[in-house]
């Protein structure tokens, strides 16, 4: 069975200052998919990352860099520039399933603070 | 230019009274997902829609049932809320595609059960 594992359940940071947030994962899959996503206290959870594990560049999108290491089965997140808005709950997940309709596997998750 | 939008965001109701939660999407997305998660927890996925097509996670309990009228919409029924189901209920659209397909969530509803 896939599993994801997150070690760090909080993490302080200081404002403008670049943080990483850990993810582990284990699948016995060739093909499969990582992602992270934010919930801040509102509740909603926003896409913010995916990685393709074909993919031979590490993802980015804006602030936010994936760091894939695939022999090590991790897939840490780099968050750049940390702004307070940035606290909140962070999951990372993977997708298990091969068809369309595939559910996600969600680490247990890393609450991040940031200070100013 | 919400295009999960999960109503209501707060619902409370009684032990054994049961209660709707709607979802709707805009992105005209195949797929239909509900997770519940509990108070510093994952979420976890209880079902989904493939089109017209339901899916039941295995250890879904039997208390919870799904609808989907049409590609808009998506209800979860709680037919006998207990105190347990006390939650927060996310849905979630994807596209039913392959590749890089991303799950879009709403804003969730917090459920409580007095």
């Known amino acids: 069975a896939q599993k994801i594992t997150q070690t760090q359940p909080g993490m302080f940071v200081q404002e403008k200052e670049a943080v990483t947030l850990d993810c582990t994962y284990d699948?016995?899959?060739?093909?499969?998919?990582l992602f992270w996503y934010k919930q801040p206290s509102s509740g909603e959870m926003i896409f913010l990352i995916y990685q393709g594990s074909y993919d031979e560049q590490n993802a980015t999108e804006g602030r936010y860099s994936l760091n894939f290491q695939k022999a090590r089965k991790s897939a840490n997140l780099v968050i750049s520039a940390s702004q307070l808005g940035d606290s909140a709950m962070y999951f990372c997940a993977m997708r298990e399933g091969k068809d369309s309709s595939y559910k996600l596997i969600f680490g247990s998750g890393t609450r991040l603070l940031v200070r100013p | 230019d919400a295009m999960v939008i999960q109503n209501p965001r707060y619902q409370v109701t009684q032990f054994g009274k049961p209660v709707t939660l709607s979802c709707s999407q805009t992105?005209?997305?195949?797929?239909m997902y509900w997770y519940q998660q509990k108070s510093s927890q994952a979420p976890k996925l209880l079902f989904h829609?493939?089109?017209?097509?339901?899916?039941n996670e295995a250890d879904t309990p039997d208390n919870f049932q799904s609808r989907r009228p049409n590609t808009s919409f998506c209800f979860l029924d709680i037919r006998s809320p207990g105190l347990g189901d006390a939650a927060m209920y996310l849905c979630?659209?994807?596209?039913?595609?392959?590749?890089?397909?991303?799950?879009?969530f709403g804003a969730g509803t917090r459920l409580s059960v007095l």
């Open positions: 699948t016995s899959d060739q093909s499969y998919g």
């Open positions: 829609y493939y089109d017209k097509d339901f899916n």
């Open positions: 992105l005209n997305h195949n797929v």
């Open positions: 979630a659209t994807s596209a039913g595609q392959l590749a890089k397909n991303i799950q879009y």
